[in-house]
């Protein structure tokens, strides 16, 4: 086994929580989200976090979080878009970009999606935010996959990576 997990990175809403899911599914490997984890282990939501406690704090618990988290093997994890760009990711990961442009993201997000997401609110600073981070990810990826496609259409290349290289 080359990497111990799959670590999904990406801008918000991309889709890393369902293509998660879904990859998951075909390798039979567990599924983690990050996000869901802080969530549940704080009993609140990401946005009463960021209200109540502020965007250090949560970062704080990112790292935390997945470090914690990677001290398993062979899982699939989702990560919230800033945890790459605020903590260090685990060295032994097999680290996949979902690349979805800005604009798909916005107009494939629901409302109630969209609402979940505090840095998401101010259209023009979460684009300056997109375009700050889109050259880190692409930096720290093993693979990048084009997400601005439905997921049935592009899964198979992170499926087929995996298998073909046995890095699970
Ligand atoms: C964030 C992304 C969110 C969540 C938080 C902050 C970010 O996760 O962790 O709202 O800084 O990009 P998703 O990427 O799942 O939306």
Known sequence: MVYDNIVLIGFMGSGKTSVGKTL?????????????????????SINDIFKDKGEEYFRDLEQKSINEITKKKGQVIATGGGLPIHSTLPKNSLVVYIDADFDVILNRLSQKEHAKRPLLQDE???????AERINTYKELATLSVDANQK??????????????QRVL
């Open 24 to 44: 998951a599914r075909y390798l039979h490997k567990d599924f983690v989200d990050v996000d869901s984890v802080i969530e549940k282990e704080l009993g609140a």
């Open 124 to 130: 023009e600073r979460a684009r300056s935010l997109y």
């Open 151 to 164: 997921i049935q259409i592009f899964i198979h290349v992170i499926v087929d990576f995996i298998l073909d």
